[in-house]
Every structure is written in structure tokens, then in C-alpha cells.
């Protein structure tokens, strides 16, 4: 750190500049001059944490993605099927029991059980034919999304937030000062605060895993070089099964998650396996790091843009993606050129 | 990508396997094709035999990127979705406070010219990628444009789209009645299959195949590799928007739907379930699709299940294709040639 202030002092002194700047715009309230630009803060940061929040929900799904691309080369285009039957999954438990937190681990596990089957019955007896386990991945996308549209409708479904999340908390951001002198703080849905802390948590455990333990270390080798793990004579279908059905779980769970903040209906399956590659490509692919920098990309685009240009909200994740692959085709954190 | 010789969808450099040699059948089928319509009522011609052509159309524009290029776009759909849309736009249809009503003969021509500039441009962007990477990349831009047609509506209209977008009516003819629509997408099919052929046997056709074969050895070589994969995606993006103009005639309208990422990959479903080896695989794959299409509901309750379920059957379909013949059905129609050849003794030439 140090270093780099002697070596780029007008850098850091920029950083630094920037960094307090939007330290001032999230803390204090805005003067009339910036309220007019950006609009009201309230708004703004409303925007601001929405999208954080929901690259928090992208990340969980196309962190599994990655993970699975990384490791296999497996594009899974039915990720997206695989998040919308924990979705229905964990609405139909958490309807039928009435327990939120009980839906979480029964769906974990149901999905991560079908991502067992998928890896042991489908895709280990293609191994290394990338371009077909992507098209029967694009099959089972098909025959799963009617299975579920025959199952559930094409109904609207959306799950309760439990009690103990439910309603607004206030986050100590002062948003406007009344004419008394009393401030007036950000007021913000609980339930997607605890959504990031919990996507936070996911990801520094992910890392920790990774970088951290012997599995880690295997999946590791295993991305930099399968065929000279596999000769090493390391279990390495156990690892491939492994990360498929910790990633599809993932996928299952960030259903329930959507489902609580969002809804669920069919064609979300698509919504999100689109916006899990977008993530990766934008991120890298195969890096768990790029997934979360990419998911925050994607989401703050998306919310903002909502704010800002609502007719072409979508078209800026899609730009950004453009400009990435133009300038950086490997993606922003990328290591595979 | 060390095992990218294994996955390649085709071997299109073995001109057609049996059939070749038997131009007889070509011309049977030629001729049922031209005397079609003295038999078939108006609605195999125009729903079954119409579709099939357009689909096929479109579907042998990937053909031709997947087979010959060795890139397997998705983005092929989305480029005749947007000449159908020019050609709503620039002509005249039922939403006049959009379309400018231009005659035939400017907008078709510039529908097809902005379609394929289009084309080529997410070509560019797409051949910086290999492999599985252009599948993910074409197809996040076709979502692009899918979700863009749907929320714009100062140009594409929004989720409503063009109604009463036909075909002009060229030398007194009405282009969408059954016989001659028949006639106007048969031709277009053949022409498209003829260019394609000719186009793969020409020197860009056969630098093509090399650069899917070994891309390394033909920039040493001296061939500009990049230039011969964008020129491949425009060349696919002008059979492709043909194929999108008759596709809006036939309906007459044109909606977002019709960029759908379902519509997106059927094209993708339909050149894998035909086969990917010959241009005439996508017209196969295309006549399966649409009589699947048409016929699902009486297949579906034969086996006792709702007839609304014809999206599964399509599924399980291309997933029974994929596992067991990856070449498609082109694919098993080799194999049996193969299976044939065998059962004569090679020393004799008798059957064993």
C-alpha cells in the first residue's frame, strides 16, 4: 500500500479524492445543486442499494455457474431451470410448513440432489465434448421449464417474507434534514439487507473453501488442469459431482430468495441464466471474484438504469457486456486469456 | 479448447454421403417439391411447407456458420427478426403512425442491408470468442435484442409489434395465398441452399473450412483468419433476413416474441436435429419441427398426455438426438449408408 502511494502519489491522491467524495454523497444530505443532477438522495440510494442487492441475488446464481464452467467447461444453460424449481421448491414447503428457513436447506439439497444425477447420468458420459453438454444442457433447459409450467402454471408466484424479516429498517444514512434540525434516515426493505449479508457471507466462504482447504486446493488444480489431476490419480469425478451439486443447490436456494424479494413465474428461468452469463462474461469466467464484481456491475446498471433511462434498462447491462468483450475478452477479472 | 476436433458439429466436407451419388432421388424430390401443390390442400402448403422453408432458411444460416465455420451463433433468429421488423418499419403495415410506407423494392433491399450489417457487427464481437464462448456471447445479445424490441416503442413498437405487414402484390399476384406463397418460399429456399452450396465450394467457402479445421495453420498460411469468420456471419446474416421478410409476410405481423430466446433456440434445436453436415439438414430439421408442431397435440394425447405439452416432446426430442446422433438425422442417415455398404463383402461383392 505504501508503495503504491510512492509510486502513483496523483493516483492514490485521486482515489482518495473519490473515495471521500462519495463517502459525503452516501453520508451527508445533498445540496439543492446535486439533488437537481442526480435527482432526490432518497431515490438515488433506494436505487443504488437495489442494485447492490440484487447482485447480491446474481451472485448467488452465477457464482455456481462459474464455479461449474470453471471446473467442468460445462456451460449449464439450464442453471436458470435449476433456480426457478428451487424457487417453486421452496415455495411450496415454505407454504406448506410455514417455515421460511426450513425451505433453505430441504431445497438445497432436492436441487443439489438433481445436480448429482445430472453430472453422474448426463454429462460425466460426455466429458471434454463441450459443445454437446452445452446443447443437452439447452434440452433439459427446454424439458424443464415445461415440466415446471405444467406443474405450476403460468401463475405469478411470490413468497411470504417471514415476520422476523418483514417490513423496513433504518440504515444510518441521512437522506434529508427537516426544517427543525431533525434528520431524516434512508428507510430500507430488512429482508434485502439480510439478502447481501447473506450473499456476502456465501461468497467469503466460497473463498475461504477455495483458497483455504484441501477440496479447495483440488478444485483449484482442477481448474488450472484437469487432465494432470485426473492423472495424479486424484478423485476427481467425486470433486466434478461435488461442485455440481453444491453450484446447482446454490441456484435452488437463490430461487427461494427471488422468489421472496421478487417473483416467480415461468421466463425467469431465462431472466437469470441470461443474467448469469452476462455476470461471467462481464466478471471472468470461472473466477468467483469476477462473479461478485460482475453481479455488482449488472445489478447497479440495472437498478440505475431503471432510474435514469427506464425504456432502455436492460440495454445498458448488455452494452456493458459489449464494452467488456471489445476491450477485455477474457473478463474483468479474468485470469485466461 | 484442446479437445475442440471432437466437438465439432460436422465433417461437411464429405459431400453428402449416399445421396450424392443417387441424383435420381434429388430429382423425385425435386418434383414432388414443384408438383406439391396438385395434391396438398392449402394448409400443408402454406403452415407446413411455407414454415419449413423460412425455418429452414434460417436454420441453414447457422448451418453454415456451425458446419462450415465451426461457430455456432445463436444470434441468427435475432437478424431475421430485425429485416422482418425493417421491412415493417420501412413498408407499410397496419401501424401507420410508425411505418413509413416505402415501396417494395427500398425497403426490402435496405431491410436486408441493415439486417446484415447487424450481423456482421455481432459477427465481429462474436469471433473474439471461441467454442461454447460464441454460444453464451450470441446469445446475450439476442436477449439484447429481444428485451430491447420490447421496451422501445418510438421504432419496434414495443410489446405490440407490426400487424398487416404482406407481401407486395407483385405482377397481380397476392404473394400470401397458399399456392403462390408456396412457390415464393420455395424458391427463396432453393436459392439459399444453391448459394450456400456453391459458396462452400468456392475458395472463401473451402479457406472457411480451413480456418474451422485449423485456424493456426492458415494464418500461417497467409489468410486472414478474423476476416473470413465476419465475412462468414454476413453471408449467414443475408440468408438469415431473407428468411426473416418471408417470415413476417407469412404471419403478417411481427413481435417481440418472434426474437424470443425460445424462438432462438428452436433454430438451434432444429440444425442439430437435422444435422449439421449438409445444407440440407436445417430444411429436415425444419419439416420435423413443424410437423411436431402441428401434429403435437394428436401425438401427445395418443400417449396420454395433454396436448399442450409439445414444447417437452421438442425437448426430449433434441435431448434424444443430442445423446444418441449428434449429427442429427443426417447423421443417421450416413450411418445406415455406412451399415449398407458393409453387408456386402468387400472381396466379392456379394451379400454375406
Known amino acids: 500500500m505504501q508503495a503504491f502511494v510512492q509510486r502513483r502519489p496523483l493516483t492514490s491522491l485521486l482515489v482518495v479524492v473519490l473515495a471521500a467524495l462519495l463517502l459525503w454523497l452516501i453520508l451527508a444530505p445533498w445540496p439543492p445543486g446535486v439533488t437537481a443532477t442526480l435527482g432526490p438522495k432518497r431515490v438515488v440510494l433506494s436505487s443504488v442499494l437495489s442494485g447492490i442487492t440484487l447482485g447480491a441475488l446474481y451472485f448467488l446464481v452465477a457464482s455456481g455457474f462459474t464455479l461449474i464452467f470453471g471446473l467442468m467447461r460445462n456451460v449449464n444453460l439450464a442453471h436458470g431451470s435449476l433456480y426457478l424449481l428451487g424457487g417453486y421448491l421452496g415455495f411450496e414447503i415454505a407454504d406448506r410448513t410455514g417455515s421460511w428457513l426450513l425451505a433453505f436447506p430441504i431445497v438445497f439439497v432436492a436441487v443439489a440432489l438433481l445436480g448429482v444425477v445430472l453430472q453422474w447420468a448426463v454429462f460425466r458420459r460426455m466429458e471434454g465434448e463441450e459443445l454437446r453438454q452445452t446443447l443437452v444442457t439447452i434440452g433439459l433447459s427446454i424439458v424443464i421449464a415445461d415440466i415446471l409450467l405444467w406443474i405450476w402454471g403460468g401463475k405469478s408466484y411470490q413468497i411470504l417474507t417471514p415476520d422476523f424479516l418483514a417490513g423496513p429498517v433504518e440504515l444510518p444514512i441521512v437522506t434529508a434534514v427537516r426544517s427543525d434540525g431533525t434528520a431524516v434516515y434512508l428507510r430500507y426493505p430488512r429482508v434485502r439487507v439480510w439478502i447481501l449479508v447473506a450473499a456476502v457471507v456465501v461468497g467469503v466462504a466460497m473463498w475461504l473453501v477455495i483458497n483455504r482447504t484441501r477440496i479447495g486446493m483440488l478444485i483449484r488444480a482442477g481448474v488450472d488442469d484437469r487432465e494432470m489431476l485426473a492423472a495424479s490419480g486424484l478423485p476427481i469425478q467425486l470433486v466434478f459431482v461435488l461442485v455440481f451439486a453444491f453450484g446447482a443447490g446454490l441456484a435452488g436456494v437463490a430461487g427461494i430468495v427471488g422468489g421472496t424479494f421478487q417473483s416467480l413465474s415461468p421466463g425467469e428461468d431465462t431472466r437469470f441464466l441470461l443474467a448469469s452469463l452476462v455476470v461471467v462474461i462481464v466478471g471472468g469466467m470461472g473466477s468467483i471474484p469476477g462473479a461478485a464484481l460482475g453481479a455488482l456491475i449488472v445489478g447497479l446498471a440495472e437498478q440505475l438504469g431503471v432510474l435514469y433511462a427506464p425504456t432502455y434498462s436492460v440495454v445498458f447491462t448488455f452494452l456493458i457486456m459489449a464494452a467488456v468483450l471489445a476491450f477485455r475478452p477474457q473478463g474483468l477479472l479474468g485470469g485466461r486469456g | ?352
Open chain 2, 1 to 352: 479448447m484442446a479437445v475442440a476436433g471432437e466437438t465439432r458439429l460436422s465433417a461437411a466436407d464429405a459431400p453428402f454421403g449416399a445421396l450424392g451419388r443417387v441424383p435420381a432421388a434429388v430429382l423425385a424430390v425435386a418434383a414432388v417439391l414443384l408438383l406439391m401443390p396438385a395434391f396438398a390442400n392449402n394448409f400443408i402448403l402454406f403452415q407446413v411447407f411455407g414454415w419449413t422453408f423460412i425455418l429452414g432458411m434460417i436454420a441453414l444460416s447457422l448451418m453454415f456458420l456451425a458446419g462450415y465455420g465451426g461457430m455456432v451463433s445463436l444470434i441468427q433468429m435475432t437478424v431475421a427478426s430485425l429485416a422482418g421488423y425493417m421491412v415493417a418499419i420501412l413498408g407499410p403495415s397496419g401501424t401507420e403512425q410508425i411505418s413509413l410506407g416505402l415501396p417494395w423494392w427500398i425497403n426490402v433491399p435496405v431491410a436486408i442491408l441493415v439486417a446484415t450489417l447487424f450481423g456482421t457487427l455481432v459477427g465481429a464481437l462474436a469471433v473474439r470468442t471461441e467454442g461454447i464462448y460464441t454460444i453464451m456471447i450470441t446469445l446475450a445479445i439476442a436477449a439484447a435484442f429481444f428485451y430491447f424490441t420490447r421496451q422501445n416503442y418510438t421504432i419496434f413498437n414495443g410489446y405490440n409489434g407490426f400487424t398487416l405487414v404482406v407481401p407486395p402484390p407483385l405482377f397481380g399476384i397476392d404473394w400470401r395465398q397458399p399456392t403462390a406463397f408456396y412457390y415464393l418460399s420455395l424458391g427463396m429456399a432453393a436459392l439459399a441452399y444453391g448459394a450456400v452450396v456453391y459458396v462452400a465450394r468456392s475458395p472463401f467457402g473451402l479457406a472457411l473450412q480451413g480456418v474451422r479445421d485449423n485456424a493456426r495453420r492458415m494464418a500461417a498460411l497467409g489468410y486472414n483468419v478474423v476476416w473470413h469468420r465476419i465475412l462468414a456471419y454476413s453471408f449467414a446474416a443475408v440468408i438469415a433476413s431473407f428468411g426473416g421478410i418471408l417470415l413476417v409476410w407469412q404471419n403478417a405481423q411481427i413481435a417481440p416474441g418472434t426474437a424470443g430466446i425460445p424462438a432462438v433456440i428452436d433454430i438451434l434445436v432444429i440444425a442439430v436435429v437435422g444435422g449439421m453436415r449438409h445444407p440440407i439438414g436445417p430444411f429436415i430439421g425444419a419439416f420435423i419441427y413443424v410437423l411436431l408442431s402441428a401434429f403435437a397435440p394428436d401425438v401427445l394425447t395418443a400417449f396420454g398426455l395433454a396436448p399442450d405439452r409439445f414444447k417437452l416432446l421438442v425437448g426430449l426430442g433434441f435431448l434424444a438426438v443430442v445423446a444418441f446422433s449428434p449429427d442429427g438425422v443426417l447423421g443417421l442417415w450416413a450411418r445406415a449408408a455406412e451399415r449398407r455398404r458393409r453387408r456386402v463383402d468387400p472381396l466379392t461383392g456379394t451379400p454375406r
